[in-house]
């Protein structure tokens, strides 16, 4: 089955400066790589996510490349600020509805104003 | 559209006893997954019922169960708890690719 790998698992940085984390994925048939944003004690949230057809897409500070001969996806947050410290999961999933996204184990953003 | 709800939001049991957990998923979704999520374990996917049936089955013992209504909504089911079991449970309706995760029962195993 599929297996995505998460990194970093904890990501400190100083308000302003940009964040990235990074995702590889196991199953070159995955074609769907969603983004959740998780914050203390509340539900996770999608956040962005791109399809295997699009090399990039953008989010106002935030934006999701993927290499797809590589199988790897990341996500950039620019100009961070305290209200992006939370956790952030990537998935992977296959198309078709019959497929659950596999997760990534999750990266704990914080960002030190 | 209303989001996905859970209930209810938080539960103390202890070892032994069964729980009930319900999802009800944002209208016209008819997929509805269930994942445990615990400190550092990430989200683990318990099991997703589609139409009733169980559609994904996530590595879980049999103490674990689930089962889908006619409208869509779903319980799950934990019997003989340990302490172990004490968790975030999540529910995630989906459309398409995407799913939509409620706010969580919280349970808590003494």
């Known amino acids: 089955g599929e297996n995505v790998e998460q990194h970093p698992s904890t990501l400190s940085v100083q308000e302003g400066d940009s964040a990235v984390i990074k995702c590889t994925y196991s199953?070159?048939?995955?074609?769907?790589f969603p983004w959740y944003k998780q914050e203390l004690g509340k539900r996770p949230q999608l956040i962005i996510d791109i399809r295997s057809n699009v090399g990039e897409k953008k989010d106002q500070r935030i934006a999701v490349t993927l290499n797809k001969t590589a199988k790897h996806f990341s996500l950039h947050i620019t100009e961070t600020q305290p209200e992006d410290s939370a956790v952030y999961f990537c998935?992977?999933?296959?198309?078709?509805?019959?497929?659950?996204?596999?997760f990534g184990r999750g990266t704990s953003l914080i960002v030190h104003p | 559209k209303a989001g996905v709800t859970q209930t209810p939001r938080y539960l103390i049991k202890t070892r032994g006893q069964q729980v009930t957990l319900s999802c009800s998923p944002i209208s016209g979704h008819r997929s509805v997954s269930w994942y445990q999520q615990t400190p550092g374990q990430g989200l683990q996917f318990l099991f997703e019922y589609f139409s009733e049936t169980q559609r994904n089955k996530g590595n879980f013992p049999g103490r674990f169960s689930g089962r889908q209504f006619s409208n869509s909504r779903s319980e799950m089911n934990v019997s003989t708890l340990e302490l172990g079991d004490s968790a975030l449970y999540l529910c995630a309706s989906k459309t398409g690719d995407t799913q939509y995760f409620g706010p969580g029962t919280r349970l808590t195993v003494l």
């Open positions: 199953d070159s048939a995955s074609n769907y």
């Open positions: 998935a992977a999933s296959k198309p078709g509805g019959s497929y659950i996204p596999t």
